[in-house]
């Protein structure tokens, strides 16, 4: 009976040995392959990333002033972005972080009023993307308006380069993802796919097939992140004894798999306990780069860090018992009052999420106030985030601009001379006749002027027999290209219809950094 097993044994041996040389040979081929396969998928993902990239730098130059952007203006404009890009499912414009504009808007009014400085999920990305100024991605993960997206995220700067708000695009992941898997499955591949984004959150493609030794694992940089692709051939049919080999190893394959998930979700586990200990410790990388005042807080108000222009502001000596306000105040002027100021501030942060506010500053050893806009965010774990821009200069200017209003109006008022401000088109600005002017046109009151132009306080034609109208629009041609220009008019008073000629200059005045006529 033992030697009746021989023969059998031996084939079976052969056979075995013939399978394993041509499985090797087969395997060395398929690697080959599957290594092309993997670069033609991530070289097609860096593609769409790269292309969405280019139109979020395009849109944020654009979009730098939120003050100018309608959502129609925004749903034009990125309309035709988006034919050109049909891995990109949407994009958004969040002005100091709070979504706003969304195209297009039947996709995304989920988004909508999102805080992205404050949420959950896009929390990292966006506070990165704040203090680097440069594009972060994020993901895949379910989006608030429906399906899975991989986001990138542009900070837009205003004209003074500051920050005023993030661009995102939103790319279709179910789309991508259902593209590359034909891509692998034309090749006769089952594909995985693993992403860690620019906050090292991991993301993995579900696929039990893709496990075992023979998997091909390939990585390449994505912008700022990670893109593993994992491929491995589909089995071919090699006979009876073949398919029989192939059930044991599938046995073992679901006992690797087992197993190994297993592990993996230890490591999961042990992951997500170290997740915020690293998003924090990338978050502190950028917070000490940062080149305006950064302030780090506990829950309490005390403070943690603060990066070098920080630190300049804060007594040398610090003590640990003291709220951030009291050191902070410690050196200002009016100490009391800035308390005030800061600690609502805080409270208003931890209750909404996130709050801007503005701060004035005096120390004794300044001449001038200097005024900051402060915005505060509040961390995953209850800690608040204070980002500072200085509007000192724009603070003055408008201080500047109120005096010289003043003035102007005191001159205005006190004329003895009849003048009216007027725009462009010929009508008078709202209140802007001085008493003189007044008096001349039988006019009782600024009311009255309400809805007056110059036609109306002029005869149809003038002697000469021009019409009112045309020589009015040809001296504003004149006065707009030469500055001022003076000539003989007639006039007519608003109670009586009676006509009185008058000596006229048309002048173009800047007042508080506004353009107006002076007739």
């Given at each position: 009976?033992k030697?009746?097993?021989?023969?059998?044994?031996?084939?079976?041996?052969?056979?075995?040995?013939?399978?394993?040389?041509?499985?090797?040979?087969?395997?060395?081929?398929?690697?080959?392959?599957?290594?092309r396969?993997?670069?033609?998928?991530?070289?097609?993902?860096?593609?769409?990333?790269?292309?969405a990239r280019?139109?979020?730098?395009?849109?944020?130059?654009?979009?730098?002033?939120?003050?100018?952007?309608?959502?129609?203006?925004?749903?034009?404009?990125?309309?035709?972005?988006?034919?050109?890009l049909?891995?990109?499912?949407?994009?958004?414009?969040?002005?100091?972080?709070?979504?706003?504009?969304?195209?297009?808007?039947?996709?995304?009014?989920?988004?909508?009023?999102?805080?992205?400085?404050?949420?959950?999920?896009d929390?990292?990305?966006?506070?990165?993307?704040?203090?680097?100024?440069?594009?972060?991605?994020?993901?895949?993960?379910?989006?608030?308006?429906?399906?899975?997206?991989?986001?990138?995220?542009?900070?837009?700067?205003?004209?003074?380069r500051?920050?005023?708000?993030?661009?995102?695009?939103?790319?279709?992941?179910?789309?991508?993802?259902?593209?590359?898997?034909?891509?692998?499955?034309?090749a006769?591949?089952?594909?995985a796919?693993?992403?860690?984004?620019?906050?090292?959150?991991?993301?993995?493609?579900?696929?039990?097939?893709?496990?075992?030794p023979?998997?091909?694992?390939?990585?390449?940089?994505?912008?700022?992140?990670?893109?593993?692709?994992?491929?491995?051939?589909?089995?071919?049919?090699?006979?009876?004894?073949?398919?029989?080999?192939?059930?044991?190893?599938?046995?073992?394959?679901?006992?690797?798999?087992?197993?190994?998930?297993?592990?993996?979700?230890?490591?999961?586990?042990?992951?997500?306990?170290?997740?915020?200990?690293?998003?924090n410790?990338?978050?502190?990388?950028?917070?000490?780069?940062?080149?305006?005042?950064?302030?780090?807080?506990?829950?309490?108000?005390?403070?943690?860090?603060?990066?070098?222009?920080?630190?300049?502001?804060?007594?040398?000596?610090?003590?640990?018992?003291?709220?951030?306000?009291?050191?902070?105040?410690?050196?200002?002027?009016?100490?009391?009052?800035?308390?005030?100021?800061?600690?609502a501030?805080?409270?208003?942060?931890?209750?909404?999420?996130s709050?801007?506010?503005e701060?004035?500053?005096?120390?004794?050893s300044?001449q001038?106030?200097r005024?900051?806009?402060?915005?505060?965010?509040l961390?995953?774990?209850?800690?608040?985030?204070?980002?500072?821009d200085?509007?000192?200069?724009?603070?003055?200017?408008?201080?500047?601009?109120?005096?010289?209003?003043?003035?102007?109006?005191?001159?205005?008022?006190?004329?003895?001379?009849?003048?009216?401000?007027?725009?462009?088109?010929?009508a008078?600005?709202?209140?802007m006749?001085?008493?003189?002017?007044?008096?001349?046109?039988?006019?009782?009151?600024?009311?009255?002027?309400?809805?007056?132009?110059?036609?109306?306080?002029?005869?149809?034609?003038?002697?000469?027999?021009?019409?009112s109208?045309?020589?009015i629009?040809?001296?504003?041609?004149?006065?707009?290209?030469?500055?001022?220009v003076?000539?003989?008019?007639?006039?007519?008073?608003?109670?009586?219809?009676?006509?009185?000629?008058?000596?006229?200059?048309?002048?173009?005045?800047?007042?508080?950094?506004?353009?107006?006529?002076?007739?």
């Amino acid at each position: 009976m033992k030697r009746t097993w021989l023969p059998v044994t031996a084939g079976l041996m052969a056979g075995a040995v013939l399978l394993f040389a041509q499985h090797q040979r087969n395997e060395v081929r398929e690697r080959a392959r599957n290594h092309r396969l993997a670069v033609e998928i991530a070289e097609g993902l860096v593609d769409d990333l790269s292309a969405a990239r280019v139109a979020l730098t395009a849109l944020a130059t654009e979009f730098g002033d939120p003050s100018e952007i309608t959502q129609e203006h925004f749903e034009a404009d990125v309309g035709r972005v988006l034919e050109l890009l049909p891995a990109v499912r949407q994009f958004t414009y969040a002005p100091q972080g709070v979504i706003r504009f969304v195209a297009p808007l039947s996709r995304g009014t989920g988004s909508l009023g999102l805080n992205l400085l404050t949420s959950q999920v896009d929390q990292s990305a966006a506070v990165v993307a704040r203090l680097t100024n440069s594009a972060s991605f994020q993901g895949p993960f379910s989006l608030k308006q429906g399906g899975v997206g991989l986001v990138l995220r542009q900070p837009a700067m205003g004209p003074d380069r500051r920050f005023v708000g993030l661009v995102s695009a939103v790319l279709d992941w179910e789309q991508i993802l259902n593209r590359v898997s034909q891509q692998a499955a034309a090749a006769n591949a089952w594909l995985a796919v693993e992403i860690e984004d620019s906050v090292s959150t991991r993301y993995r493609s579900a696929s039990a097939l893709v496990r075992g030794p023979d998997v091909l694992v390939e990585r390449f940089p994505l912008l700022d992140g990670v893109l593993t692709v994992r491929l491995k051939a589909m089995p071919r049919p090699l006979g009876a004894v073949a398919l029989n080999l192939l059930a044991a190893v599938g046995v073992g394959a679901v006992v690797t798999g087992l197993v190994g998930w297993q592990q993996q979700q230890r490591r999961r586990q042990a992951g997500l306990a170290n997740t915020l200990e690293q998003q924090n410790a990338r978050v502190s990388a950028f917070f000490d780069a940062h080149q305006d005042p950064v302030f780090w807080l506990d829950r309490n108000g005390c403070l943690l860090r603060a990066n070098h222009a920080g630190q300049a502001e804060l007594p040398s000596v610090l003590s640990s018992q003291q709220s951030f306000s009291q050191l902070f105040s410690a050196k200002e002027l009016q100490a009391e009052a800035l308390v005030q100021v800061i600690e609502a501030d805080l409270n208003a942060c931890l209750q909404a999420g996130s709050h801007v506010g503005e701060w004035k500053l005096q120390q004794r050893s300044e001449q001038q106030p200097r005024y900051w806009r402060v915005s505060c965010t509040l961390l995953h774990d209850l800690q608040l985030l204070l980002l500072v821009d200085d509007i000192s200069v724009q603070r003055r200017q408008e201080q500047r601009n109120q005096e010289q209003q003043l003035q102007f109006r005191a001159v205005f008022e006190q004329s003895a001379d009849a003048l009216i401000l007027i725009s462009v088109a010929g009508a008078i600005k709202p209140g802007m006749l001085n008493g003189a002017a007044l008096t001349m046109f039988g006019l009782k009151d600024r009311d009255a002027a309400l809805n007056l132009t110059l036609e109306d306080l002029s005869p149809e034609y003038q002697p000469g027999g021009t019409l009112s109208r045309a020589q009015i629009e040809h001296r504003m041609r004149r006065v707009i290209n030469e500055g001022w220009v003076s000539f003989e008019w007639t006039h007519v008073r608003i109670d009586t219809g009676a006509p009185w000629p008058a000596q006229v200059t048309l002048s173009l005045l800047a007042v508080a950094d506004a353009d107006h006529l002076s007739w």
